[in-house]
C-alpha cells in the first residue's frame, strides 16, 4: 500500500488536533476566534496580547 | 516492438553464440541463440543479419552509436521473481522528435523476452500478449481490466545496441497505441496493416531496477507523472474515513466529557441611562469553584436595537487578589430593505468566554458604552461556571476533516498531471 505513509501522518495530525482539543476543553478556553475578536484575558497577572482591546 | 514471445527450448548456458562482425572482424557474442536475428556489434556499430550462416550486414546506426543503454547489454537481474539477461537496447522517439524513451530488451531461456521502458525516470516491464485485448471507443479490455486511451503516435528507432528477434534497423517506424490502468499500461504497436502486437506492461519503482542488476551509478530522477505510475493515494479512501471518524469520535468524547458543566453563578438585571446612572454597573459577588474551567459573562438587552449598537466592556474582578479579567462584547441590531427585500443583523445578545478562572469570590463590573443617539439600555447579565465552548470542538472537527480534503486534492492532482501529458481524458473524451 502506498498510501501507508499518509495514513502514518494522519495519525500524529488527528493526535495533535486532538490533544489540542482535550487541552482546551477541559481548561474551558475561549475559541481562538474568540481570542481574536477581543476575547477575554487577565489583565493582573497574567496579561495577553489581546487585553485592552475594548474600543472600536 | 514486433514479433511474439517464444520459449527458447535450449536451457541456459547453450544459447550463447560467438560470431564474427563482417565489416570490422570483431568477435560478436550472441546471447539468445536461435532466437535473434540482429545484432549490433559493439566494436563498429554494424547491425548483422544473424540468419544467414555468416553474419551480414544490414545497417549502421550512424550518429547515434554512443548512446549508452541505461542497464548495461549483457548485465542479469532478477525481476518480479525471474532472472533475465539484458541483451538488446532501443532508444526511440515519437514523430516529431521532441519525446525520447530507452527500451531494454530483456531475456530467459524458460521465460522469453520482456521489455523495460524507461521515460522521464519512470519504469516500466512489458511481457508480449498472445491474446488480444478487446478495443472499445477510446479504450481497451485485457482480462476483465478496462484500459482508458492515454496516446496515440509513432515509435522511431533512433539508436540500438545488442541483439533482437526482428531484424532492426535505426529510423524503423512504427504506429502505437498506449492505454492505461495503473499500474499497468496496454500498448499496441502496428508496423503496416497486419503485423499487430500487444504488450501488458507493470510500472517498476526504480529502486527495484537499481537493486535488480546491481546498478551502481544513479538512475536518472523521476520527472512528473508517468502515464501508468500508480497514485500514490490511490485506494486510501475507505481506510482513511475509517480514521477520521475514529478520530471525530475521540473529540466529540472529549467535548461531552471535559466540557464545563454550565452552572449558573449569578443572574441580575441593570438599567444604565448615560449620564444618569454611574458608568460601571458592579454585579452582586458570587463564589468561583473547582480548580480549572472558564467563567461565561452572558449579556443581553431587553429590546432589539433600532439600526444602532452598544459596546459593554466587561471585566471579572478577583475579590480577593484584586485580579481582573477584562474582554469586550458588542450587542448591535440593523435591519433595511433594499433590492433583494428586507435585511437584518445581529440580534439582542452575546456573551464572553473567561478562560483559567481560578476558585474564588468575584464580582462583574460592565461599563456600557452607547452607538450615537441611544440614550439608555436595559441589560440582563448571568455568569456561569463551564461555559461550553462549541467553537474549540468545531474547529477541531474542521480541523480532522481538512486532511482528507487534502489527501482528495493530492489525489486529483495527481491524476492531472497524469493526463497533462494525453491527448485525451480518463473518461475516454478528448482533451482541450
Redesign the interface.
Known amino acids: 500500500?502506498?498510501?501507508q505513509?499518509?495514513?502514518r501522518g494522519?495519525?500524529v495530525?488527528?493526535a495533535l488536533?486532538?490533544g489540542?482539543?482535550?487541552y482546551?476543553?477541559?481548561?474551558?478556553?475561549?475559541?481562538?476566534?474568540?481570542m481574536l475578536l477581543?476575547?477575554?484575558?487577565?489583565?493582573?497577572?497574567?496579561g495577553g496580547i489581546?487585553?485592552?482591546?475594548?474600543?472600536? | 516492438m514486433a514479433g511474439e514471445t517464444q520459449v527458447p527450448s535450449e536451457p541456459a548456458g547453450e544459447s550463447v553464440k560467438a560470431l564474427r562482425c563482417p565489416s570490422c572482424g570483431a568477435a560478436v557474442t550472441l546471447r539468445a541463440k536461435g532466437q535473434s536475428l540482429a545484432v549490433v556489434c559493439a566494436s563498429c556499430h554494424s547491425i548483422l543479419n544473424t540468419q544467414t550462416e555468416t553474419p551480414t550486414v544490414i545497417g549502421d546506426q550512424g550518429s547515434a552509436r554512443n548512446v549508452k543503454p541505461p542497464i548495461p547489454i549483457g548485465a542479469r537481474g532478477k525481476l518480479h521473481g525471474e532472472t533475465f539477461e539484458a541483451i538488446g537496447y532501443l532508444r526511440r522517439s515519437d514523430g516529431s522528435g521532441n519525446y525520447r524513451w530507452d527500451e531494454v530488451l530483456l531475456w530467459n531461456p524458460m521465460r522469453g523476452f520482456r521489455w523495460l521502458h524507461v521515460y522521464n525516470g519512470h519504469w516500466t516491464l512489458f511481457t508480449m500478449l498472445t491474446t488480444k485485448p478487446s478495443r472499445e471507443y477510446r479504450a481497451a479490455s485485457y482480462n476483465t481490466q478496462r484500459f482508458a486511451l492515454f496516446e496515440k503516435g509513432k515509435a522511431r528507432v533512433i539508436a540500438v545496441h545488442g541483439e533482437f528477434y526482428w531484424r532492426v534497423r535505426v529510423g524503423d517506424e512504427t504506429e502505437v497505441e498506449d492505454y492505461v490502468a495503473p499500474p499497468f499500461i496496454l500498448s499496441q504497436e502496428r508496423e503496416g496493416y497486419d503485423e499487430i502486437t500487444w504488450s501488458l506492461g507493470e510500472y517498476v519503482e526504480p529502486e527495484e531496477i537499481a537493486a535488480a542488476f546491481g546498478l551502481t551509478t544513479p538512475l536518472p530522477r523521476r520527472v512528473g507523472v508517468a502515464p501508468n505510475q500508480p497514485n500514490p493515494l490511490s485506494g486510501i479512501g475507505p481506510e482513511l474515513m475509517q480514521y477520521v471518524a475514529i478520530a471525530l469520535l475521540v473529540v466529540a468524547l472529549f467535548h461531552f466529557f471535559f466540557s464545563g458543566e454550565d452552572r449558573e453563578l449569578m443572574a441580575a438585571r441593570f438599567h444604565y441611562q448615560a449620564g444618569i446612572t454611574p458608568a460601571t454597573w458592579i454585579s452582586p459577588s458570587f463564589d468561583v469553584y473547582g480548580t480549572h474551567g472558564n467563567v461565561g459573562v452572558g449579556l443581553a438587552t431587553q429590546v432589539e436595537f433600532d439600526n444602532n449598537w452598544a459596546e459593554f466592556e466587561v471585566t471579572l474582578v478577583d475579590e480577593n487578589s484584586g485580579a481582573t479579567f477584562a474582554g469586550a462584547r458588542e450587542i448591535s441590531h440593523y435591519s433595511g430593505r433594499d433590492s433583494d427585500g428586507r435585511w437584518e443583523e445581529g440580534g439582542s445578545r452575546n456573551g464572553i468566554v473567561i478562560g483559567g478562572v481560578p476558585a474564588g469570590r468575584y464580582h462583574v463590573e460592565i461599563d456600557p458604552i452607547l452607538g450615537d443617539g441611544l440614550r439608555q439600555v436595559d441589560v440582563g447579565v448571568r455568569a456561569v461556571r463551564g461555559a461550553v465552548v462549541w467553537a474549540n470542538t468545531v474547529l477541531a472537527m474542521l480541523a480532522i476533516l481538512l486532511f482528507p480534503l487534502a489527501a482528495g486534492m493530492q489525489h486529483s492532482s495527481f491524476e492531472s498531471q497524469r493526463w497533462q501529458s494525453s491527448d485525451y481524458t480518463p473518461s475516454g473524451g478528448k482533451a482541450e
Open positions: 500500500m502506498n498510501y505513509r499518509w495514513l494522519f495519525s495530525y488527528a488536533v486532538c489540542w482539543h482535550a482546551v476543553t477541559y481548561a474551558g478556553s475561549p475559541s481562538p476566534f474568540e477581543g476575547g477575554a484575558t487577565r489583565r493582573n497577572g497574567g489581546y487585553g485592552g482591546v475594548y474600543h472600536k
